[in-house]
């Protein structure tokens, strides 16, 4: 089997949690991005030696959550192009495409580009999908997202797959064209949450499982599943579990971790013995979501960079 890109290599490491961040870091909601200042930001967590950068695909501007706000990106894919040009070694990607309103070939011809132009640094992670509004505005149904996901995905499978009888796929659903040269090592694939389909089924066809924050212990209790289902459906391979994070750093290193929606609030003290924690139970990324908290974004980075990186090495 073909070997993987620079980017599993990178963010999967054997024995040990790398840390990754979703991005645009600072204030979220209506206000775009600036792209100067996520590039600097970008360029300042690749010297630092965080694992990944990560963006989200958020196709229209739907209130949710409980302020009912609605949240302004641009599209994942070209975000990521802006990342990449900006960083040298840092991976990047999606977390997640929202595949069912999204054609395959666009995917997958919009992951070989980024994965040509980053040199082999992207992770194409998918989900299916779950605000009702925008699967009304695209013209597809809700219930249907389970089995549209698992067809696109074999698509997109076959279009990304360096070997060619992989790609039988591709040619039969072209007419026998390709989407540009094949690459030559397998673009990692991520299915994001549930994707409403079985952990067997993502256990057969992933590369990795990514899913949200969770209390430790039940967390150590869904890994299980996951080493269960790859058990049954993928030869005892081991594949990545992938968890996020919200994480609302405090200025005072030695605060004490408190639960919030999704992640915690504590200092760099505590977040190590939480994230060797994480490591313990079989989590081998952690995207950290930063809170707005007030803190300058650079200076949170900087302080993970700085103190936090280095001491999870150590274990």
Do not use: C
């Amino acid at each position: 089997m073909p070997p993987f890109n620079a980017a599993h290599a990178e963010v999967f490491r054997p024995q040990g949690i790398t840390l990754g961040l979703m991005t645009p870091l600072g204030p979220s909601g209506a206000t775009m991005a600036d792209p100067d200042g996520a590039f600097r930001l970008a360029a300042l967590a690749d010297r630092l030696g965080f694992a990944a950068l990560w963006a989200r695909d958020v196709p229209l501007m739907v209130p949710q959550g409980s302020g009912n706000t609605a949240t302004a990106l641009d599209d994942p894919f070209l975000w990521l192009a802006g990342l990449a040009g900006a960083t040298r070694r840092i991976a990047i990607g999606t977390a997640a495409v929202v595949l069912p309103l999204r054609h395959p070939l666009h995917v997958a011809k919009a992951a070989r580009s980024l994965d040509r132009l980053s040199r082999g640094r992207f992770v194409l992670g998918m989900g299916s999908g779950d605000r009702p509004a925008e699967f009304e505005a695209f013209g597809e149904p809700l219930d249907a997202r389970g089995e549209s996901f698992r067809a696109r995905w074999s698509l997109v499978r076959a279009a990304l797959s360096p070997d060619d009888a992989d790609r039988r796929a591709l040619r039969e659903a072209t007419g026998g064209h390709d989407l540009m040269e094949p690459p030559a090592a397998r673009i990692p694939m991520v299915v994001v949450g549930s994707a409403r389909q079985s952990l067997q089924w993502t256990a057969s066809h992933a590369d990795a499982w990514a899913s949200y924050h969770r209390e430790a212990s039940r967390q150590e209790g869904r890994i299980g599943l996951w080493h269960q289902a790859l058990r049954q459906r993928a030869g005892g391979v081991i594949k990545p579990f992938i968890q996020s994070v919200h994480l609302d750093l405090q200025t005072d290193p030695g605060a004490q971790a408190q639960a919030i929606e999704l992640g915690l609030r504590t200092g760099r003290d505590r977040l190590i013995a939480y994230l060797e924690r994480l490591r313990r139970i079989g989590v081998g990324h952690a995207i950290l979501s930063l809170a707005d908290n007030g803190r300058a974004p650079a200076d949170v980075v900087e302080e993970i960079g700085r103190h936090v990186l280095p001491a999870l090495s150590k274990t």
